[in-house]
C-alpha cells in the first residue's frame, strides 16, 4: 500500500478533459510540494510537474497541477493517444524520505 | 546532452551484494543531489535514496537502511550504489535520477535491472 493514494486506473476519449488524484497527510503533501510523472510503456518517468503546478520546458500546457491541503491533481485536457502512460505523484514526507503514488494507469479509448 | 547511464546490474543470490554505477554527463555533477529509485516488475515507482550534491548528507527508504549505501565521486561524475544482504524483494529496474533534496528529478537513466534469486 502507497503512502500517497491514487485510482489505479483513468480513462479518456481523445479531446478529454482527465484528472488523477494524489492524497496523502499532513506530513507529506500537506507539508511539502508535490511531483507528477509519466511513465510511458517500457521507458523511464519524465518529470511533468514540479512544485505542485509548475511545468518543466517541453511540457504542453495541456498538462497542469494543483494542490489543496493534503491533497493534489492532475489535470490533462484535450487528450491524446500519446499519453496513455502511467502516472505518479511524488513528495517528501517527513518520516518516510521520498514517496510515490501507486500509479494511475491512463487509457485513451 | 544531459545524460544518466547506469550499470552494474545483473542476477545475484540472496544475501549477496552489488554495486551500481551512474555515471553522469552532459551537467555540473557536482552541483545536484542524486537519487536512486526503482520499480518492481509490473509495479510502481519506489524512492530509495539520495544524496546531496557534496556527498554529505545521505537518505534512505527504510526497506534499504542498513543494508544499502549510496555514494558519490564528484571527480569521476559518478552516483553509487552499494548494496548489501540483498533480498528477493530487491529484485527491480533501479534507476538513477538528478533532482534536489525532494523527489523533484528531472533528469533520469534508462535504469539497470537487478534480479535476486537462487
Known amino acids: 500500500q502507497s503512502v500517497l493514494t491514487q485510482p489505479p486506473s483513468a480513462s479518456g476519449t481523445p479531446g478529454q478533459r482527465v484528472t488523477i488524484s494524489c492524497s496523502g497527510s499532513?506530513?507529506?503533501?500537506?507539508?511539502?510540494?508535490v511531483y507528477w510523472y509519466q511513465q510511458l510503456p517500457g521507458t523511464a518517468p519524465k518529470l511533468l510537474i514540479y512544485r505542485n503546478n509548475q511545468r518543466p520546458s517541453g511540457v504542453p500546457d495541456r498538462f497542469s497541477g494543483s494542490k489543496s491541503g493534503t491533497s493534489a491533481s492532475l489535470a490533462i485536457s484535450g487528450l491524446r493517444s500519446e499519453d496513455e502512460a502511467d502516472y505518479y505523484c511524488a513528495a517528501w514526507d517527513d518520516s518516510l524520505g521520498g514517496v510515490f503514488g501507486g500509479g494511475t494507469k491512463l487509457t485513451v479509448l | 546532452e544531459v545524460q544518466l547511464v547506469e550499470s552494474g546490474g545483473g542476477l545475484v543470490q540472496p544475501g549477496g551484494s552489488l554495486r551500481l554505477s551512474c555515471a553522469a554527463s552532459?551537467?555540473?555533477?557536482?552541483?545536484?543531489?542524486m537519487h536512486w529509485v526503482r520499480q518492481a516488475p509490473g509495479k510502481g515507482l519506489v524512492w530509495v535514496s539520495r544524496i546531496n550534491s557534496d556527498g554529505s548528507r545521505t537518505t534512505y527508504a527504510d526497506s534499504v537502511k542498513g543494508r544499502f549505501t549510496i555514494s558519490r565521486d564528484n571527480a569521476k561524475n559518478t552516483l553509487y550504489l552499494q548494496m548489501n544482504s540483498l533480498r528477493a524483494e530487491d529484485t527491480a529496474v533501479y534507476y538513477c535520477?538528478?533532482?534536489?533534496?525532494?523527489?523533484?528529478?528531472?533528469?533520469w537513466g534508462k535504469g539497470t535491472t537487478v534480479t535476486v534469486s537462487s
Open positions: 535520477a538528478r533532482g534536489e533534496g525532494q523527489p523533484d528529478m528531472d533528469v
Open positions: 499532513r506530513s507529506n503533501i500537506g507539508n511539502y510540494y
Open positions: 552532459g551537467f555540473t555533477f557536482s552541483s545536484y543531489w
